[in-house]
């Protein structure tokens, strides 16, 4: 599912997605120039309590949260975990009590709360193992600041396939999506 955004759009790889056996639920104005948070009616069909698939739902901070708000009943009922994204690199979350603030009007416009921590601190293409581990004093500080806990730190695989920080959960990606930088 893809709340219509310009930094990650499922709908730019709704065929790698199927093609890995993802079944991509978009919106009608995805891959548009209409940026509005607009959630498709297949949306429903993630609710049925006679099924053990697992749903991710991406919708990028306090605008989709509020779209998101409309089904907070349905995601209860089913269980949820709802993990928080911070980056330390990124404008208005550079200091963990703003990422903390921000993680509240979140939780308060999807009537749900948030259950871990994912420190998705990246420059981009020019991120290096250094950047990743200055992130990570930064994420833990999150973690105390938010009250949940840190689940795991991402980065890209193919710019550090060495990378290891001991103690640090991490977790490798892979970018099969458009570039953006």
Do not use: W
């Amino acid at each position: 599912m893809d709340i219509v955004n310009p930094y990650f759009r499922a709908a730019d790889a709704a065929k790698q997605l199927s093609d890995a056996g993802v079944r991509p639920i978009i919106p009608a104005f995805a891959n548009s120039n209409v940026d509005i948070p607009s959630l498709p009616p297949e949306l429903y069909s993630l609710f049925r309590e006679d099924t053990d698939t697992v749903s991710f739902i991406d919708v990028g901070g306090d605008d989709g949260a509020v779209a998101l708000g409309m089904y907070a009943e349905q995601i209860q009922k089913v269980g949820y975990e709802m993990l928080y994204v911070v980056s330390c690199y990124r404008p208005l979350t550079e200091d963990p009590a703003e990422a903390a603030a921000l993680m509240r009007v979140i939780e308060e416009a999807s009537h749900l709360k948030c259950t871990g921590i994912v420190n998705n601190s990246s420059i981009g293409a020019d991120t290096t193992e250094k950047e990743i581990a200055d992130s990570i004093p930064y994420a833990h500080a999150c973690e105390e600041a938010c009250g949940i806990p840190l689940r795991f730190t991402s980065y890209y695989e193919a710019l550090l396939p060495d990378l290891k920080i001991p103690g640090e959960p991490l977790f490798p990606m892979k970018n099969v999506t458009k570039q953006m930088f």
